[in-house]
Every structure is written in C-alpha cells, then in structure tokens.
C-alpha cells in the first residue's frame, strides 16, 4: 500500500550535518507513523527516531538524542530526519519505514521500508 522513496545519503566528515528525506505514496500517508532505521555492515538493523500518526509524538533511540531530529509534512507525504553533529558510529545504511502501530519503535512493527540511502561518516 505504502512504497517509500529515500534520498539525502551522502559521505561527510565528522561533525557534519545531513538531512535525509523520504517521500511515500499514497493517500493515507498521515495515518501512518514514520520510522528511521540504520543498518551497519554485520550488524542488524536498529531504531533510530520515530515520529507517531495523529499527534506526532517523536521519539529517539538513546545514541541520537539531541542531534536527530525527525520530522513529517503530511501536506507532501514526506518524512524527513536532520542529523546534526554526525560521528564515525552513525555510518551505516539508513532506512525509512511505515507502521500503522502509533508508538511503534520495533523493526517487526513497520510494514513498509524504503531501499535505503547510505550515510558515511568519516572520522
């Protein structure tokens, strides 16, 4: 139902800005929450930031509290996450994804990903 189109990846230095951006299809865009996830070579994928349906409640993972930050435009079903002060341990492919659970913060809960943009940071 829900097909997700991200961009904004890039090679960059540590300290440095990024802002990535995901565009989703659909008319129902606004009923889903948003999630970003990243996935490292070997490691599994984890959670990054989430932002809710209805109220847009945002939440982070620990490791990006204070320099991410998730937003959404309903208006032009897009997602976006700007990351701020970016080190060596953020590298990793970034992934957005839908879920219909409110608060969802788990990979198994979103239902749709996007192909993922990679974000590389040097140190």
């Known amino acids: 139902q829900v097909q997700l189109v991200e961009s904004g990846g890039g090679l960059v230095q540590t300290g440095d800005s990024l802002r990535l951006s995901c565009v989703a299809s659909?008319?129902?865009?606004?009923?889903?929450?948003m999630g970003w996830f990243r996935q490292a070579p070997g490691k599994e994928r984890e959670f990054v930031a989430r932002i809710s349906w209805g109220s847009a409640i945002t939440d982070y993972t620990d490791s990006v509290k204070g320099r991410f930050t998730i937003s959404r435009d309903n208006a032009k079903n897009t997602v976006s996450l700007q990351m701020n002060s970016l080190k060596p341990e953020d590298t990793a492919v970034y992934y957005c994804?839908?879920?219909?659970?409110?608060?969802?913060?788990?990979?198994?809960?979103?239902?749709?990903w996007g192909q993922g943009t990679q974000v590389t940071v040097s140190s």
């Open positions: 994804a839908a879920s219909r659970l409110r608060y969802a913060t788990m990979t198994n809960h979103y239902d749709y």
């Open positions: 659909g008319r129902t865009f606004s009923s889903y929450t």
